[in-house]
């Protein structure tokens, strides 16, 4: 028996051009929500590349399968590409050989042919989990999604508390909102409260009377921000 | 009925997330302008193929306008067209839709609710415009 882990980690291909990728994407789905919800996981593909080294550990922290709908293996070659080797690899194409032709890419018009082909990758993708747990001892249910790296859209951003007129608000993803504003260069100050407030606006329902209140909140968190993450950034 | 008067041949690349419903919406909204809105006049591109550095989706971003369609902050969709050197023509983000419709049930990350396919057609609409006026 090898290391313990807390969860087999399963990546989908995007696949939009092909049937075959809408089918990895609904297989996958069906074993994290239903097959194995206690032993699995997952991770989008692209973020590997647009998230950072929190993403990019999953394939090194989860015994990992990879779900692909063509023989160009995306998931797989992405994964080992940016995170880490990877315990199996599954083919759509190669699970379902012909029958995957009568297949749609959209849920919309999802048919019969759409719903076997996804049972069958599912029941695949489960039972090579279930290999996976008896070979390298994964432990169901004994980590939080917070234990490791996990799919960001997985989770709920991580929020910001600002007093507005006396009352404390959250704002989901307000640390992911300064820090792509900080790297975008822009400088701490009363003059960031229109850009900092329009970014804000986009993920956070604000009335326009309390639009000066949330403005100058926003500037101060902002500086406060800046100062912390400079002084990380020269403690190295 | 499908309108492809104006439209010239363009990218339309959905972030795919698989976490959560805004995932689903934007491959939704996609598959409708491309196979429903514009046809033939739209096309999408595997964002996994994109990520991996395949030389032909690469250049076909890098030589056709982009509109990426993204459901969560990180902008999967956005940042790897661009990295790829593509020129995103507009990046639509699945959330500024939703909060139209504050409040609703929009589905899950696997199948859509009515109010999640109203997301789906006012996103695509949004995408198809950009669409039809880009070059």
Same mark, same amino acid.
């Given at each position: ?31 994290? %929500? ?8 997952t ?8 998230g ?20 160009k293996?995306c998931?797989?070659?992405g994964? %080992?590409k ?18 995957a ?11 019969q ?14 039972s ?8 390298v ?5 004994n980590a ?8 960001a859209?997985?989770k709920?951003?991580q ?15 307000l ?17 960031s ?25 926003l ?6 921000y800046?100062g912390?993450?400079s ?6 | ?8 041949k ?14 689903l ?16 006049n ?10 991996t ?6 250049r ?16 999967c ?8 050197g593509?020129?995103?023509?507009k ?10 419709h504050r ?7 696997t ?5 999640g ?6 996103l ?7 669409a039809r006026?880009?070059d």
């Amino acid at each position: 028996m090898g290391e313990t882990y807390s969860k087999v980690g399963i990546i989908s291909c995007s696949g939009e051009e092909i049937p075959e990728g809408t089918i990895a994407r609904q297989a996958v789905r069906r074993v994290l %929500e239903a097959l194995r919800p206690q032993d699995t996981v997952t991770l989008c593909l692209p973020l590997f590349l647009a998230g950072e080294e929190g993403e990019r550990r999953f394939a090194r922290e989860h015994p990992t399968i990879t779900v692909d709908g063509c023989l160009k293996l995306c998931a797989k070659q992405g994964t %080992e590409k940016y995170s880490g080797k990877v315990n199996t690899s599954l083919v759509v194409s190669d699970i379902l050989g012909d029958s995957a032709k009568g297949c749609c890419r959209s849920t919309r018009h999802t048919n019969q042919a759409n719903d076997k082909a996804v049972w069958l990758v599912a029941e695949r993708i489960a039972s090579e989990v279930d290999a996976l747990a008896r070979s390298v001892r994964v432990e169901p249910g004994n980590a939080s999604a917070e234990d490791g790296a996990c799919c960001a859209c997985s989770k709920p951003s991580q929020g910001g508390k600002l007093e507005i007129n006396g009352t404390a608000v959250t704002i989901s993803g307000l640390p992911l909102i300064f820090d792509h504003l900080k790297k975008k260069g822009l400088q701490p100050g009363s003059g960031s409260g229109d850009t900092l407030l329009q970014n804000v606006k986009v993920y956070h329902a604000i009335e326009p009377e309390q639009e000066a209140a949330y403005r100058n909140a926003l500037a101060s968190a902002y500086q406060t921000y800046c100062g912390q993450t400079s002084q990380c950034d020269l403690g190295g | 009925m499908a309108d492809h008067r104006q439209a010239k041949k363009t990218l339309v690349i959905p972030c795919s997330g698989v976490g959560k419903v805004h995932g689903l919406i934007s491959r939704e909204a996609v598959y409708h302008v491309t196979d429903k809105l514009l046809p033939g006049n739209a096309d999408t591109a595997c964002l996994a193929l994109l990520v991996t550095g395949d030389d032909e989706t690469k250049r076909k971003v890098q030589q056709t306008p982009c509109v990426t369609v993204d459901g969560c902050p990180k902008l999967c969709a956005f940042k790897n067209v661009e990295l790829s050197g593509g020129k995103v023509a507009k990046g639509i983000r699945v959330y500024d839709v939703m909060k139209r419709h504050r409040g609703a049930n929009f589905g899950t990350a696997t199948a859509l609710s009515d109010e999640g396919w109203t997301v789906v057609e006012e996103l695509a609409a949004e995408a198809a415009q950009v669409a039809r006026q880009a070059d």
